[in-house]
């Protein structure tokens, strides 16, 4: 197995009849998918979603793949295949778009609704495409056949990507559910036709790599919520992901059968399950659903309350009922299901949901003691299935974190991949496809972008540095005026600090020490402004390292008059 | 069931004969675990930790239980009694002796010298009383009978607290191996004996009061480390908790079995596992340790490191192997251990470290995917035999977050405890035991006190919003130097900015408007320096929030000269 060395350099040029597949996202991380694949010239990009960002990157909304390595290329971009239809593989299309807006956009049915409902918040009116399962059809010298897969989204796709070089297929998101609720299997008889027409190269979701065994299916939930919602003597709320339209149907069934109606809360929730009830993907019986305005007017043992937030988002509306900050008022009696996974890096949020909702007295069901979700994608035992149907000539895994990829490298070594045709790579990795081999051949730039507020890029790792200090640690500024003739300070100097967690009377203790270095410093007469900084830098700062052991942000601002 | 509601008041005066308990900590949290008991105007206080901070305590070094109700009563503290060694239990100790030196400390001869071994850093001689299980000792009013319990540090011991007002038994931490590695049980026939003699109020551990079931035995991790340090080819590399005596001797003899080396690193691991061979408690064969600085040149395949970082720590040694800032370099065919719980609010840490050295090629082993840990407390099937035994008049579940309190509530009343003798308290609920029969009588101040760099107390919440503001959106500082005599700008508006996020030069555009609006306040001819905060702050966030949609800190500077 070779993995990517830092010293990855620029690829060289792509042979002739050779197709280069570079990953922009996804691979060494779970979310902002998307891969570029190229041939002779033109580009197919697969998926092009966000990832959310972790503590490590505060007060950012987004982080989007970076299009640098496309940017002077848009021209050349063919299609935009969106497998499915979650955020971390449709969410940064609108940013792509805003870039050239008539790149086609190719989809499933609901993938295109969702992606859509998106799009006008961003006043974008997309290219579309719609293909579905069973579909072949060609963008520029890509040749793309469709394929129906299980997820925990309807209508979810896997592309085979034939050109000259070969034939690639890259599965998506998916999971082997056998007995869906909506019959809709993973095309496993496709998979194999494909492994025996020969695959040359199978990118395959890793994100359950680590885990052994099989998924559960979808199907069992479906009595635990009926259970939990048949047993309730007050309200039941029930946190789901907006997206996830089979969760959501099955909490409408056992409402609908246990006499409630039912509520839904949350924009993203309303939109998207607006899009699949019109789309015919969610049945709602007529009646059923109440304004969430007037549910608070109902009386509990008659209401299901259907919202998001299952994440601990501080602003759902989930947390707020947990904080007492919400028109709804949990209360004794109450149960609260967490019908959906926990996302790593959202566990502390979550208890802090639990527990707030706990201590007012409601009973919180969720993964950790009932048996509420299953996850969407498949399982060690179920990767290995595909691996031994497709029997790829190469294989490269995708979707995951390095634990994951390493895992699922290991999956494909067991079903007889050799190890020298596993390719483990990063985003931004080069892996070209020549004469029926995969191997890594440089690197280009594909770090994070950040959106934070209404810009994209603007926020750089030096500005996340300086939060991160400013976080910790507070900052101390010290403001003064000098005279720009003269040299001398006419006023401060004087100290402003925030979050610095000292006492502002303990400054006096400091300033003096900063006039006398300032003494000092001016005795040559020199005005210099960069040395000023300097000094009172380096005074303020030992001062409250050796008083306190901090080491806040010290500004020093030079004011001349 | 009772439990606290906001709008408890200070609590009566204690009757005479009645005993008050009052959390400072522990209750409602996992962590700094604190109980004082009254009686007859002489206190007992039982254990006295810190709880580690979160991502919303930022720069935060240590949370203490708050003193403040017991500050002007320090000289009525007739003894601290420490259950066991661990630092959410020990490790506030030194900031309460600080404010009284000779406040005796009683607890096990482990529990003591560990406590020795942290106070010497602090400079504080403690008043030392030693005892062990099955001795009985009054402390003032307070009789004392200590008992066995196992828990994942050995030593560890349950009080029982005799006074007029009735039997509390304060079980600690604990857990019920029935096969501990060194014979100490948890004393089951002690609790019963005082069940019989009747427990008027039983205080027992809640950390595990959700898990159903069982415990496994600490003994069955031993195959498993022999196995992963047997099949080894490379090094390997063991991370624990630094109190973990019990898992580090596996480690120690799996290193003996197979002829390797052992090289502890760590500050705390190194003082620790001194203590604990010093005391008998560890078991070393000779020659089998070797310094941490010459393990390097050793042959991989003998060796095995033993280190702390288990929690994903960014400082400690096993971060900085996962990143390459290490001289020990993690490879290709070596093996780390996780030998820990993952205590929640890490998660995310320590799946960097996991990728990190999976990255490498490391075979990382962790609890996820081996029996590489079992908890130190009980869970929910050992706890009901705990209630049963004792059959307590009243139960108060301790040491938990909300969600553990209810459910070890739960138990006690599926074991016969009747609802209105169950009390679920918060820190600073007060307790009063009167005749038989324990009641929240009112509340007393317990918020955190943060300990950061040298400082106690002075991070305020105050600043932490600060700090959480900073750390989010970053600041903007507008400094303008006014003339106090005409009240006119004669110099600035100059914007300095960090963690902003925003381009310098996008300044430009808001200048000429924070000069107009200060030219429109300056019109009347009156110098209100208050009042050019308040324009400055409005102009700049209105542009920022309009511009960007974002919320920096935005801090006008005004100097007159």
């Known amino acids: 197995m ?42 197919l990009v697969v998926d092009c ?64 609704a969702l992606l859509e409902a998106k799009l006008t918040e961003h006043r974008i009116q997309p290219v579309k495409v719609e293909v579905a399962e069973e579909q072949r059809r060609a963008f520029g010298p890509f040749d793309c056949e469709f394929l129906a897969v ?87 709320i ?47 019986p007529p009646g059923l659903i109440v304004d969430s305005k007037e549910i608070e007017g109902w009386p509990p043992d008659e209401v299901v309350l259907i919202c998001t937030g299952s994440q601990g988002e501080p602003m759902a509306a989930l947390s707020r009922m947990a904080n007492r900050d919400h028109p709804i008022r949990v209360a004794e009696g109450d149960t609260v299901l967490l019908a959906s996974s926990l996302v790593p890096g959202n566990e502390t949020a979550v208890t802090r949901v639990i527990n707030g909702l706990t201590r007012w007295g409601a009973r919180v069901v969720h993964k950790g003691n009932a048996k509420v979700h299953v996850s969407g994608h498949a399982a060690a035992g179920e990767l290995l299935y595909v691996l031994n149907l497709t029997r790829p000539s190469n294989f490269m895994p995708v979707h995951g974190e390095w634990r994951h990829l390493r895992a699922h490298a290991k999956l494909a070594a067991l079903t007889g991949v050799p190890d020298d045709h596993i390719v483990i790579a990063e985003d931004g990795v080069v892996v070209d496809l020549v004469d029926g081999r995969a191997r890594i051949t440089g690197a280009v730039q594909a770090g ?39 040299g001398k300070v006419t006023a401060g100097p004087e100290i402003h600090a925030r979050g610095s967690g000292i006492d502002p009377d303990r400054f006096d203790e400091v300033l003096p020490q900063v006039e006398k270095a300032l003494q000092e410093n001016a005795a040559d ?37």
Do not use: C
């Open 2 to 43: 070779s993995h990517p060395h830092p010293e990855l350099g620029p690829p060289p040029p792509l042979p002739e009849g050779a197709l280069r597949i570079v990953a922009l996202g996804g691979l060494g991380e779970i979310g902002r998918n998307m891969a570029v694949f190229e041939f002779d010239g033109r580009l």
């Open 49 to 112: 979603g966000v990832l959310f960002p972790e503590a490590e990157q505060p007060g950012i909304d987004l982080i989007l793949p970076d299009f640098d390595y496309i940017r002077d290329r848009l021209d050349d971009i063919e299609a935009v295949i969106l497998t499915h239809g979650h955020e971390d593989h449709i969410g940064a299309v609108p940013y792509l778009l805003r870039e050239r807006r008539n790149i086609p956009v190719v989809g499933s049915k609901l993938t295109l």
């Open 150 to 236: 299980n997820h925990s989204i309807p209508d979810a796709l896997a592309v085979a990507v034939r050109t000259p070089a070969g034939i690639v297929l890259h599965t998506g998101d998916f999971r082997m559910d056998q007995l869906p609720s909506d019959g809709r299997l993973t095309d496993l008889g496709g998979f194999a036709r494909l492994g025996r027409e020969g695959v040359d190269l199978l990118m395959s979701d890793s994100t359950n790599a680590e885990v052994p065994g099989f998924v559960t299916s979808e199907r069992e939930i479906g009595p635990v919520i009926d259970e939990v919602v048949r047993t309730s003597s007050k309200r039941v």
């Open 238 to 284: 029930v946190a789901s992901f907006a997206s996830h339209i089979h969760r959501v149907q099955q909490v409408i069934d056992a409402a609908e059968r246990h006499g409630r109606k039912v509520a839904l809360i949350g924009r993203s929730m309303v939109r998207n399950m607006g899009v699949a009830r019109d789309l015919g993907y969610l049945r709602i």
């Open 448 to 486: 994070y972008v950040y959106v934070d507020g209404t810009s994209v890029g603007d926020v750089t790792e030096f500005a996340l540095k300086d939060r991160r200090i400013l976080g910790e640690e507070g900052f101390i500024s010290v403001v003064i005026v000098v005279d720009s003739n003269t």
């Open 525 to 561: 007469g020199v005005v210099d402004i960069q040395q000023i900084r300097r000094v009172v830098r380096r005074t303020v700062g030992s001062w409250v390292s050796n008083t306190y052991r901090r080491r806040p942000m010290i500004i020093p601002v030079v004011v001349e008059v």
